[in-house]
Nanobody
Framework: QVHLVESGGGLVQAEGSLRLSCAAS????????MGWFRQAPGKERESVAA???????YYADSVKGRFTISRDNAKNTVYLQMNSLKFEDTAVYYC?????????????????WGQGTQVTVSS
């Protein structure tokens, strides 16, 4: 069983930056693919970024060039650096872990989820 805890959310002005962290415990972190998802009010949860066991990365078109996903296997942590934030980035951000080496965009492919952290961007 893997336990995920997100942190780093908050209120930020448009064009500002935030770094989300997701600390994992209870499993072999380096053997998991990790993903960040978000859910805005009234919308479905969507994939934002993902990183494979080997470091391959995926980004949603809406965040390409602004967000960076990374992982530190020594610290059992995955990060989401968010720059040039926009009002439409406002959402609850979730970290997810998937057993296996490859990342997936489909949330149903992920086995473990964090509780979420709120990101609010003021315009």
């Amino acid at each position: 069983q893997v336990h995920l805890v997100e942190s780093g959310g908050g209120l930020v002005q448009a064009e500002g930056s935030l770094r989300l962290s997701c600390a994992a415990s209870g499993g072999t972190f380096s053997s998991y693919a990790m993903g960040w998802f978000r859910q805005a009010p009234g919308k479905e949860r969507e994939s934002v970024a993902a990183i494979s066991w080997g470091g391959s990365r995926y980004y949603a078109d809406s965040v390409k060039g602004r967000f960076t996903i990374s992982r530190d296997n020594a610290k059992n942590t995955v990060y989401l650096q968010m720059n040039s934030l926009k009002f439409e980035d406002t959402a609850v951000y979730y970290c997810a872990a998937r057993r296996g080496t490859s990342y997936y965009i489909d949330e149903n492919e992920y086995h473990y989820w964090g509780q979420g952290t709120q990101v609010t961007v003021s315009s």
